[in-house]
């Protein structure tokens, strides 16, 4: 809806009528307009641009909160000048995750109605990488930081295995999205009344471009992570993990994770509602919401286990 990137300026709405109306023309220049949207209003124009004026201003906004206190504590020599590469990081990734979201809405001004599901998919990526990387570094702050050279024990394993299980699952959430493949059918668990509709798999490019392959692989690869959490609790709990520490810490370590297959539980369940409802808006919201929390506990439980190899 809003079709220049003024990382600045930007963050000023129109406010008289002839800068709504200015924007909306600009906007009447786009495939989305011309060619799904051409009955639009501009009372209708005006509820999309909302959403994306706030969605960019958030942005800035998180980017200031990012980079003042960076910069005050590096001041401050609160943060040690040996601690700013991972700061750095942060840094780095704000600016891209800005960079790849004008990339992605431009793909969609030229000469299809849609943006480049590659380009949102980056986008997304980068967003969760940021969120990663923070809430990393605030665990290492809040337990301690990861010896490299500590053996990994098996929950260790399993953990980073969950996570990149995940990390697959979402860039098929991504794609999904950006090719409106969860439109493809609004029946759970077949599809067009088969359990695995034809030419799925009849060429390597349908696992990035077939909106029928990419839904279904979305749709029964986040099984592979609820069949793994299990046997991660399993283990820790056989072995009484880490046995040789606290009970408390031991039962701690068990019930979060038990915690963690009932998000995932919740993520299916959610993901079926979101088909069976034909994408209602707020369903999905729920189910993307959900994924970053399922992100979150993933993150957690590798840096706790990581944690732990280092006095095992």
């Not at 967003?127 to 990387?133: K, M, T, Y």
């Not at 506990?297 to 190899?309: E, M, N, T």
């Amino acid at each position: 809806s809003i079709t220049e990137w003024n990382p600045i300026s930007g963050s000023v709405p129109p406010m008289a009528d002839h800068d709504w109306q200015a924007e909306f023309e600009k906007y009447q220049q786009t495939p989305e307009y011309l060619l799904i949207n051409t009955n639009m209003t501009l009372e209708e124009y005006q509820y999309i641009f909302w959403i994306e004026w706030t969605h960019r201003t958030i942005a800035r906004l998180a980017g200031l909160f990012y980079a003042i206190p960076v910069f005050y504590f590096l001041f401050k020599k609160i943060i040690p000048l040996k601690e700013f590469g991972v700061y750095f990081v942060m840094g780095l990734l704000f600016i891209s995750q800005a960079f790849a979201g004008w990339v992605m809405v431009a793909s969609g001004l030229v000469d299809r109605p849609a943006v480049s599901h590659f380009n949102l998919t980056i986008h997304l990526l980068l967003a969760l990488s940021l969120f990663a990387l923070a809430l990393w570094t605030a665990l290492g702050h809040k337990y301690g930081f990861q010896n490299k050279k500590a053996k990994w024990s098996l929950p260790s394993k399993l953990s980073l295995l969950s996570f990149i299980l995940l990390i697959i699952q979402i860039t098929y959430g991504g794609f999904t999205a950006g090719l409106k493949a969860g439109h493809v059918s609004d029946t759970w668990p077949l599809m067009f009344g088969k359990w695995i509709p034809p030419n799925l798999f009849n060429s390597w490019i349908n696992l990035i471009e077939s909106p029928q392959t990419i839904v279904f692989i979305h749709r029964w690869f986040g099984f592979s992570i609820l069949i793994l959490t299990p046997i991660l609790y399993y283990i820790i709990k056989k072995n009484n993990y880490p046995s040789d520490t606290s009970t408390r810490l031991s039962a701690s370590i068990q019930n979060g994770v038990k915690w963690l297959i009932g998000v995932i539980v919740l993520q299916i369940v959610l993901g079926i509602l979101t088909v069976l409802s034909f994408v209602n808006i707020w369903v999905a919201l729920l189910h993307q919401a959900n994924a970053v929390i399922l992100l979150g506990l993933s993150v957690y439980f590798i840096h706790r286990f990581r944690a732990l190899d280092k006095n095992m």
